[in-house]
């Protein structure tokens, strides 16, 4: 099987890397399309900023490769931001798999009133589970966050967390999923998702 991770200059690359090794999976980084449309399983990552993310997607036509991608994908964390419709950070617009749009926790403080630490960083239990991505998880799982947006509640919805107001913990439409969290940090449970992924 053919695992590859897009590259897009955006970190954490090495750790998702170390996680699909854990595994059992030895897999490409890549930003030749070529090379990502043969891949059997592609996997969109990223710590980084959305605006300069999108920047290089596009001077690389990925952007258009991505959109018209068959094959099982699975976005996190900025990963999973840019698959949306628009972010908030750098006042972005992403690539619009999932009709759903990005906000920063800071304009979330204005509308509930409550204050927030930002970026939301830690463990947070995970519930509403939908799609294969989480079979054998239990609801309220922990799971491991750092994100100063998050994306809001959507029909592509497949898991929620609460952080002063709910959000898309994990999103899925057709062959596109996504986790807000890090599974590849995530301990066991992020192990499982990661290889029900693979099982995809």
């Known amino acids: 099987m053919k695992v590859s991770i897009i590259n897009y200059k955006a970190g954490n690359v090495r750790s998702v890397l170390f996680a699909?090794?854990?595994?059992?999976?030895?897999?490409?980084?890549?930003?030749?399309?070529?090379?990502?449309?043969?891949?059997?399983?592609?996997?969109?990552?990223?710590?980084g900023e959305a605006g300069s993310a999108m920047q290089y997607l596009r001077q690389q036509k990925l952007d258009e490769l991505i959109v018209s991608l068959k094959?099982?994908?699975?976005?996190?964390?900025?990963?999973?931001?840019?698959?949306?419709?628009?972010?908030?950070?750098?006042?972005?617009?992403?690539?619009?798999?999932?009709?759903?749009?990005?906000?920063?926790?800071?304009?979330?403080?204005?509308?509930?009133?409550?204050?927030?630490k930002v970026p939301h960083m830690g463990w947070n239990g995970i519930y509403g589970l939908e799609t294969e991505l989480y079979r054998s998880v239990g609801e309220q799982q922990p799971v491991y966050f750092v994100h100063s947006y998050y994306a809001e509640l959507c029909?592509?919805?497949?898991?929620?967390?609460?952080?002063?107001?709910?959000?898309?913990?994990?999103?899925?439409?057709?062959?596109?999923?996504?986790t807000q969290f890090h599974p590849e940090k995530s301990g066991d449970t992020g192990q499982l998702i990661l290889e029900n992924f693979i099982k995809l």
């Open 71 to 116: 094959q099982p994908v699975l976005g996190i964390c900025l990963g999973m931001q840019l698959l949306c419709r628009h972010s908030e950070e750098g006042n972005t617009d992403c690539l619009g798999i999932f009709d759903t749009a990005v906000k920063s926790f800071s304009s979330a403080e204005k509308k509930t009133g409550e204050s927030l």
């Open 155 to 178: 029909e592509h919805t497949v898991a929620r967390a609460n952080y002063g107001l709910e959000f898309s913990a994990s999103l899925n439409r057709n062959n596109f999923y996504a």
């Open 20 to 47: 699909l090794e854990r595994i059992g999976i030895q897999a490409g980084v890549s930003d030749d399309p070529d090379t990502l449309a043969s891949s059997d399983k592609l996997i969109l990552p990223g710590v």
